[in-house]
Structure formats: structure tokens, C-alpha cells
């Protein structure tokens, strides 16, 4: 009943800029924190950048500087605003995101993704 859906995937060149964002929806209580991570060929899923209900933010090493994670409750969204692309940043994009659903008597918290958006940084 609950779905993330993402979009703003794409090709960019190297030093260009993308913006992703992810739209939840269903039957929402309450969304805790919401993420972002990523997956190149061969490697694991990593995390790329995380925002808490209270809005703190933290990134990998690898992005600090460069991406910007955000959200906007009222739409249910979260957004990556990433500059300065570069090669490595190629992979599938995840949108996560831990929501609360249920009714008063059977609240429930569960981990919650999308299916993925591809973003390429290539001449």
C-alpha cells in the first residue's frame, strides 16, 4: 500500500548537476527517516545520504560538498540535488525511507524502497 517513487535520473556530463526526488505515498501515518543510496555494477548498495524527521542530515565522504539532501513533509517527498557529477557517481539511485502506517491500535514502523533510478555521468 505504500509506494516511493522516484524520478530525475538521466545522463549528465561530468561537472553537470541532476536533482532526484522520490514521492511517497499510501496509507502514511508518519515518515521517520528518509534516504538515498546507490549501486554501481559490481559493487554493494551503499548509503549516499541520509535526513532524519528532525531533518539532520549526514552524507558519505565521497559526496560531502557536492550533494544535498532535503525534504518536504507536506508533499512527502525527499530530493538530491547533486553538483559537480563526476564518473564515479554512475549508478542506480534507491530512494528509502522508514514510515510509520497503520491505525491508533497497530502502528507499525517499516522499511520502505524504490525501485530505482539510473543516473550516468559520461561524456
Known amino acids: 500500500q505504500v509506494q516511493l517513487v522516484e524520478s530525475g535520473g538521466g545522463l549528465v556530463q561530468p561537472g553537470g548537476s541532476l536533482r532526484l526526488s522520490c514521492a511517497a505515498s499510501g496509507s502514511i501515518f508518519s515518515i521517520n527517516d528518509m534516504a538515498w543510496y546507490r549501486q554501481a555494477p559490481g559493487n554493494q548498495r551503499e548509503l549516499v545520504a541520509v535526513i532524519t524527521s528532525a531533518e539532520s542530515t549526514d552524507y558519505a565522504d565521497s559526496v560531502k560538498g557536492r550533494f544535498t539532501i532535503s525534504r518536504d513533509n507536506a508533499k512527502k517527498t525527499v530530493y538530491l540535488q547533486m553538483n559537480s557529477l563526476k564518473s564515479e557517481d554512475t549508478a542506480v539511485y534507491y530512494c528509502?525511507?522508514?514510515?510509520?502506517?497503520?491505525?491508533?491500535?497497530?502502528?507499525?514502523?517499516?522499511?520502505?524502497w524504490g525501485q530505482g533510478t539510473q543516473v550516468t555521468v559520461s561524456s
Open positions: 528509502y525511507a522508514r514510515i510509520t502506517t497503520g491505525r491508533w491500535y497497530d502502528r507499525r514502523e517499516s522499511p520502505y
